[in-house]
């Protein structure tokens, strides 16, 4: 289920974030570094939607959204999935949002604005400690 690894791709992600311009920075710098994104969602009730259809090995995640927030949608797609592998994205200031996302199952985050040697190491360490190259049976 988790091994999306295809010809050197690193990942499969899955951009959630309600400013356009934002998910088109990280889409760029994702797909240049090799990773695959697979689709993108402005809100968290388009990434709940998005992650039962697509199934990615990793989502980004706004903070900060309408409709409903990356801290509300943390907690339905690691209802729906516990292996979920979910990066929070915010701007400095947000560390109370930050830390409540990861107590409920966020793995890392990344601090806006996206520095691409920051983004790609968090993700490469992302990848290390949930073992995303596993072999898993659907």
Do not use: H
Request: proline share 2%; net charge neutral; charged share 30%.
């Amino acid at each position: 289920m988790y091994n999306r690894k295809v010809n050197g791709m690193e990942g499969r992600i899955l951009i959630v974030d309600d400013a356009l311009f934002m998910r088109g920075v990280l889409k760029k710098m994702l797909e240049e570094n090799g990773y695959t994104v697979v689709g993108e969602a402005a809100n968290g009730l388009e990434a709940i939607e998005k992650y039962k259809e697509l199934k990615p090995d990793l989502l980004t995640m706004d903070i900060t959204m309408p409709d409903m927030t990356g801290l509300e949608a943390v907690k339905a797609i690691r209802g729906i999935d516990s292996k979920a592998r979910i990066v929070m994205c915010s701007a400095m200031g947000q560390n109370a949002m930050v830390m409540e996302a990861v107590q409920n199952g966020a793995i890392d985050f990344i601090i806006k604005p996206f520095k691409a040697s920051t983004v790609l190491a968090t993700l490469k360490r992302c990848k290390a400690l949930s073992n995303w190259d596993r072999e898993e049976s659907k």
